[in-house]
Each structure stands twice: as C-alpha cells, then as structure tokens.
C-alpha cells in the first residue's frame, strides 16, 4: 500500500513515477557527505518505486544568498537561482544527507535551502545524517526548517556514525543493519511524497 502512490491515475490522469532528489549538504572539501549519499542512492535504486537522482551543492556554486527579494516572491534575478530553482521545483521529494556542525546543519546547505520558497511547498522530505551522534541534532535543525516551508518530513531517519560506519573517521563503511532504517525511511516519503503530488496536481487544476 505505501509504495501504491508511486504511480496511481486520478481521474484518468497517469501521474509518472515519482522524482526523489538524494541532496548532498556538505560543499568541504573532503566532504564524507558524498560517499554517504552514493551508498544511499545505490540501496534506493533496488525499490524500483521512483526515480532518485544524486544533487551535489557543489555542483551548482550558490554564494551566500545574494537575490534582493524575498524568495516566496519568486522574483529571482541571478542565474544561478534560476538554476537551482528549476532543479529543485523538478523533485516530488528529497533525502538530505547532512553532517552535523555545531548541533546544526551546515551552512552551506541552509543558505542552499533559503534561496527559495514555493519550490519546496507541500512536498515530503527525509535525512541521513552522520556525525557523533548520527548526525541527530543536524536532522532536528532541519526538521524545523522544514516546517517553516510545507515540506513533511518522515520520522524515520538514518543516523550514521563517524565512530562505527567510518573507518579512520573518513572511509564509510555502514553497518548492515542500515539497510532497515533505509527502506523504512523511504516507505514513508514514497507514500508522502505520492500523497502531496496528488495535492499539488488538484491544486493546479484548480487555478486554471
């Protein structure tokens, strides 16, 4: 029943097949962040129930927010948001891998995040984090963000530590039994993710 919203007609409209984005939150250099997520990625593939794609902050080189209007006015000026807007908007729901600075997220994925608005709206999200604590605080950070945006976020998380998943703090080796809390987190945001798309496509047929 949780993955039946991958795809689903509704009033004779096939909807496609749901567009997960796998969100890399860490831009250091020397970043863990990026073996984390490919491992996810690789677990997420064998389901079959959507389509997941790796986003690397890294990639898309934002500044520190520079547009000088609100982002919930979607007025954006500069290329680069643009860029981002139209990758972000083209996802039905996200996985952020973050680490944890300071019993935060990172910088660079927050200043990521408040470069817009709508697009994340009445979607659903999930979180692999890592760090001492599996990255706990990081996710908690970021479930309130979140909030603030109309992003469900799933209660199920992965929570990887740097002490027993990495070898020498630096080389990921993830416990087997991760693989539980993996398709357990993923259940729940195929079966969000679905729900809200249903939402957005009624809203949309509403403002025509």
């Known amino acids: 029943m949780l993955k039946a919203f991958a795809k689903m007609s509704m009033q004779g409209e096939v909807l496609h097949m749901l567009r997960i984005a796998i969100i890399i939150g860490s831009t250091r250099p020397g970043r863990n962040g990026e073996q984390v997520a490919r491992w996810f990625y690789e677990q997420a593939k064998k389901r079959n129930d959507a389509e997941y794609e790796i986003v690397d902050l890294a990639d898309f080189h934002l500044p520190l927010l520079d547009e000088p209007v609100p982002a919930s006015m979607g007025q954006y000026s500069k290329e680069h948001t643009k860029i981002w807007s139209e990758k972000i908007a083209s996802f039905d729901g996200y996985v952020f891998v973050t680490p944890e600075y300071n019993h ?22 999930g979180f692999v984090g890592y760090g001492s604590l599996g990255g706990a605080r990081a996710v908690e950070n970021l479930r309130l963000i979140m909030g603030e945006l109309q992003v469900a976020d799933v209660r199920t998380q992965v929570a990887l530590s740097l002490y027993t998943d990495f070898e020498n703090f630096s080389v990921f080796k993830p416990g087997p039994h991760h693989q539980a809390s993996v398709n357990e987190m993923l259940d729940q945001l195929i079966a969000w993710s679905g729900a809200l798309k249903t939402l957005r496509t009624k809203e949309t047929a509403m403002a025509r």
């Open 104 to 125: 935060a997220t990172t910088g660079a994925l927050k200043n990521a995040i408040d470069f817009l608005s709508r697009e994340w709206h009445n979607k659903a999200c």
